[in-house]
Nanobody, 122 residues
Framework: QVQLVESGGGLVQAGGSLRLSCAAS????????MVWFRQAPGKEREFVATFNSIGTTTYYADSVKGRFTISRDNAKNTVYLQMNSLKPEDTAVYYC???????????????WGQGTQVTVSS
């Protein structure tokens, strides 16, 4: 398994931007599909964005499409989530996860980070 640590969360005003990072340990990072989920207070965890191990295929939730961009740097063992035009409804704890196949389902990802809080004020 791979160990994951998220960072980059914080408080931002609506319309602002944040970039989340997910640093991974392990020599096989480049073989994993990576995903971002988020969980708002009182709500279930939801899919945000994902791509395959080589970054050629990406999927985004409709709610973030056009505003968020997922990327990876395999040389740095890091995945990023660039979030622009943030809205109060983007407030949540954001989690990255690693899996062996491209998917939008939580059950398909076996390694998870601890999460980073993103708060968007109106």
């Amino acid at each position: 398994q791979v160990q994951l640590v998220e960072s980059g969360g914080g408080l931002v005003q609506a319309g602002g931007s944040l970039r989340l990072s997910c640093a991974a340990s392990g020599r096989t990072f480049s073989s994993y599909a990576m995903v971002w989920f988020r969980q708002a207070p009182g709500k279930e965890r939801e899919f945000v964005a994902t791509f395959n191990s080589i970054g050629t295929t990406t999927y985004y939730a409709d709610s973030v499409k056009g505003r968020f961009t997922i990327s990876r740097d395999n040389a740095k063992n890091t995945v990023y989530l660039q979030m622009n035009s943030l809205k109060p409804e983007d407030t949540a704890v954001y989690y990255c996860a690693a899996g062996h196949a491209l998917s939008t389902r939580q059950a398909d990802f076996g390694s998870w980070g601890q999460g980073t809080q993103v708060t968007v004020s109106s």
